[in-house]
């Protein structure tokens, strides 16, 4: 089965072998949170899905910090294990595929599955293993609230079993090899952070200058009405076509742009309420999110036809004199930002909400129609070199994420000689 989950292990040079006959199989637990006494003198480090954070780059192999920990009294009461350092890691559920190794002594949430290697098989050689096989493990989860890979699966995982030493080597090629890509990535992802100050700086000084020449009006005054959209049960999978129905997921908006292929694929049984429909035109904040990206926007555009407005996004609807890309452009600029890391209010950092009244005070520059649409040309004009670098980067971006994993993949299969090997042969 773990074969049909990673076709590529069927190219391995050597046998491949069930993880559990290797390693310890384990997962975590929950203590009770309704007993206090559990959740006192915690100092047992406890990896949850709020460290997830930590692994998404794929550049972390040891983690050695937690946001929670656990008590004694709590990992005695619990199915919890106190697992050893060296221990790998996988997430299962809703994040899935992220893995590292254990830097200390940790417990884990039952989100994860966990490796305890024995003399067989070298910990890094796994963690390689494992990262390989994360696209196959995320097309294959399943769910339709959370994705997960259920433990009869994770049972059924294989790993090819060179000789130790050789899968020393490989590890060992395979830690240099990801280091050059990661030091590549992060001069990247640091053009792009200089590419959205600028971008930012420019936005701003555009929206001062309307605002000093014509004022601000607040955006209730430019409205005709704010609503929240429904939040019927959806498959996992998008729609296939637009002669289906969807749902509008979170990520379709996201700083400026519209996607309109993120959706949930609403099932044929559910009538869909058409009065939910989004129309071109229609400005969207996001309602709810996590703090960097509460009260995202863009202005729904292309074909709309059969996409529901989700519960979590908000639809505004303008005056016919308001140009809603030029609303989204003030939306984007520093003076909202910032009323909304005041505003948005949570129960947890992994999820806040803004209010609708928070949106109405928005601070919009009381421009005639044609400057705002000036504005909005000038800035795209403006933009427009960065954007191109960015597209370019993007694209970079995507053959490293492709080399990364063609050089796991022929590494840990045997399909050339590390010991020999500088990975320029492989091909994507």
């Not at 069930?18 to 203590?31: C, K, N, V």
């Not at 406890?46 to 780059?57: E, F, H, N, Y």
């Not at 993120?262 to 989004?278: C, D, F, G, I």
């Not at 939306?331 to 930002?337: A, M, T, V």
Request: charged residues 20%.
């Amino acid at each position: 089965m773990s074969n049909g989950i990673a076709p590529w292990l069927e190219k391995s040079q050597w046998p491949t072998v069930p993880i559990r006959l290797l390693a310890r199989l384990g997962t975590g637990h929950t203590p009770s949170r309704s007993n206090p006494e559990y959740w006192h003198d915690c100092t047992i480090p406890w990896i949850t899905l709020a460290d997830v954070w930590q692994l998404r780059s794929g550049t972390t192999t040891v983690i050695s910090d937690t946001k929670e920990k656990i008590s004694r009294l709590g990992l005695a009461n619990s199915a919890a294990v106190l697992h050893p350092a060296g221990t790998v890691i996988l997430s299962r559920t809703a994040s899935v595929g992220f893995s590292a190794i254990m830097g200390s002594d940790m417990a884990t949430s039952q989100d994860f599955a966990t490796w305890t290697c024995g003399t067989q098989l070298e910990p890094r050689y796994l963690l390689h293993a494992l990262r390989g096989m994360a696209p196959d493990l995320k097309r294959v989860a399943t769910g339709s609230t959370h994705k997960t890979i259920y433990m009869p699966d994770i049972e059924q995982l294989r790993v090819p079993l060179p000789p130790q030493r050789e899968q020393q080597r490989i590890a060992n090629f395979l830690d240099a090899q990801m280091d050059y890509l990661d030091r590549l990535a992060t001069l990247d992802s640091e053009v792009l952070s200089r590419l959205d100050e600028r971008k930012q700086a420019l936005r701003d000084s555009a929206i001062d200058q309307l605002s000093k020449r014509h004022g601000n009006l607040p955006l209730r005054r430019l409205m005709r009405c704010i609503e929240q959209g429904t939040s019927p049960r959806c498959e996992a999978t998008p729609r296939q076509g637009p002669e289906e129905w969807g749902v509008l997921k979170l990520s379709s908006v996201k700083n400026g742009s519209f996607n309109p292929n993120e959706n949930k694929r609403l099932p044929t049984s559910v009538p869909p309420p058409r009065m939910w429909q989004v129309n071109e035109g229609d400005l969207l904040v996001t309602r709810a999110n996590t703090p960097r990206l509460v009260g995202d926007v863009a202005v729904a555009t292309g074909d709309c036809t059969r996409l529901l407005l989700p519960d979590l996004i908000y639809r505004i609807k303008l005056r016919t004199d308001i140009d809603p890309h030029f609303v989204a452009q003030v939306s984007l600029g520093s003076q909202i930002r910032q009323r909304i890391e005041a505003t948005a209010r949570g129960s947890s950092q992994s999820m806040v909400k803004l209010r609708g009244e928070d949106i109405r005070s928005w601070p919009v520059p009381n421009a005639p129609l044609r400057q705002q649409q000036e504005f909005t040309q000038s800035l795209l004009r403006w933009t427009e070199p960065a954007e191109t670098l960015r597209a370019a980067l993007n694209q970079r971006s995507q053959l490293l994420t492709e080399r990364r994993q063609a050089l796991i993949t022929a590494a840990v299969t045997g399909q050339f000689d590390v010991s020999t090997a500088s990975g320029r042969g492989v091909a994507p």
